[in-house]
């Protein structure tokens, strides 16, 4: 079984076992030391709504071999702002992710851990870090606590310093199923955008404050293809800055 339980000091999740080498971020090209990708593109800055599909390949030089076809996918409701990820700073002009924008971020990011309501030894065959959200569980976005952009188990907490937080166990399944996507991770800089994931989108498929949704199959199909040691990374761009980057970057 490969699921883990990761905390920073006793209390959140810490993902330095998982970094990778040095060599291995890449500035020219953040995803050359990939062996899975995930692509999310809109029609434009402003689009809520786009396509997802997700690729892999055996060896770092080979091409991407997909492994769907696109699906529709929902994003934040004011679309694209760039990220703070493995891309570096902005690659153009447009405005940057801040909390509270409703908008989700562009450019490239690792995959953290998969996150839901199942117990682990539900989810024995997942190959990447699995949280079990409890009703006690909670992301951050309070840019004045010092556990801003981090998901907790709050029961491990002594010195709950923050005002607001997500919860991570919803009344609904939104949040049956999830994926941390690390915007603003490494550092977390106060007001650059917290608790950014993959998850289940509602019934009318809205757009969000900043998540990526989708159905519910789409996401578990992701989720038991995820691979940690494949070191998995999602790109998402609108089409005109995935166009200019695309050579670059050798992407699918």
Same mark, same amino acid.
């Given at each position: 079984?490969?699921? &883990? ?5 006793? *209390?959140? %999740? ?5 970094? &990778? ?10 995803? *050359?030391?990939? $062996?899975?990708?995930?692509? !999310? !593109? ?12 997700? %690729?892999?390949?055996?060896?770092? @030089? ?5 492994? =769907?076809?696109?699906?529709? !996918? *929902? ?20 405005? =940057?992710? /801040?909390?509270?924008?409703? /908008?989700?971020? *562009? #450019?490239?990011?690792?995959? #953290?851990?998969?996150? #839901? ?13 699995? %949280? ?17 952009? $981090?998901?907790?188990?709050? =029961?491990?907490? =002594?010195?709950?310093?923050?005002? +607001?937080?997500?919860?991570?166990? $919803?009344?609904?399944?939104?949040? /049956?199923? #999830? !994926?941390?996507?690390?915007?603003? +991770? ?40 995820? @691979? ?17 980057? /695309? ?6």
């Amino acid at each position: 079984m490969k699921y &883990f339980f990761l905390y920073l000091s006793v *209390a959140f %999740f810490s993902f330095s076992k998982f970094l &990778f080498p040095q060599e291995l971020n890449d500035i020219k090209n953040p995803i *050359a030391n990939s $062996l899975q990708l995930i692509i !999310i !593109i809109t029609e434009d800055w402003e689009a809520n709504k786009g396509y997802l599909q997700y %690729f892999e390949r055996n060896k770092y @030089d080979d091409n991407w071999n997909s492994k =769907t076809q696109p699906f529709e !996918i *929902a994003i934040g409701k004011n679309g694209l702002a760039w990220g703070y990820g493995l891309h570096g700073n902005q690659l153009s002009n447009y405005k =940057t992710k /801040k909390e509270g924008d409703g /908008k989700s971020p *562009a #450019g490239v990011f690792n995959l #953290g851990f998969v996150f #839901g309501y199942n117990k682990p030894e539900e989810v024995k065959t997942l190959k990447m870090p699995y %949280f079990y959200s409890h009703s006690k569980c909670f992301c951050i976005d309070d840019v004045n606590s010092e556990f801003y952009n $981090l998901v907790i188990d709050s =029961t491990l907490i =002594t010195n709950a310093d923050w005002k +607001s937080r997500e919860k991570m166990k $919803l009344k609904n399944d939104l949040y /049956k199923w #999830g !994926i941390t996507i690390e915007n603003n +991770s490494t550092p977390r800089i106060k007001g650059n955008g917290s608790c950014i994931f993959f998850h289940i989108w509602d019934e009318k498929e809205k757009p969000t404050a900043g998540c990526t949704v989708m159905s519910e199959s789409k996401l578990v199909e992701i989720i038991y293809w995820l @691979d940690k040691t494949k070191n998995p990374i999602v790109v998402q761009l609108p089409q005109n800055e995935y166009d200019k980057l /695309k050579t670059v970057w050798k992407l699918p």
